[in-house]
């Protein structure tokens, strides 16, 4: 019964507990959950709905992390929380991290800690791969903070 937490300073805590909604919303802050999808099977991400607006600090790691696992290459702004997922659950989609997800989730993220803080990661990332992750960290950091425009009316 486990999930994941990387706080905004870019550490990953590990929760023995069943993911709930109730337990994603304390984990991620005022404001609720938003859905972040992913292209990793048996994982889905959840971020802070308003974490922008409400000035929560941008997660860099998180973002990194997000992003490799195939989300929307944006900053995202507070915890990140990833979950199991199950497209098909009885009861509720959101369920534990497999172990088959989770260990390569924790060596992801030691990899992008690693550097980030310019040390040397495990021996299978490339310099290619090194290169972007650096290029993405300084986009994460420096892009404008996501928006929205809402029209009102059909476009003429």
Known sequence: MTYLVIDTDGALHIRDQTPTLDAINAEVGDGGKDQVRLRLAGARGF??????RAGLPR???GSLLLMCC???QQPYAGPVVITG???YGRDTEIVPLPADVLGPLRALHADLRAILAGDTPCGQCSPEWIAQVRKAAAFVVDALT???????????
């Not at 996501?146 to 003429?156: A, D, E, M, V």
């Open 146 to 156: 996501p928006t929205i425009t809402i029209h009102r009316g059909l476009p003429t």
């Open 70 to 72: 195939g989300a929307s």
């Open 47 to 52: 971020v802070n709905d308003v974490g922008f």
């Open 85 to 87: 997922w199950d497209d």
């Open 59 to 61: 997660n860099v790691v």
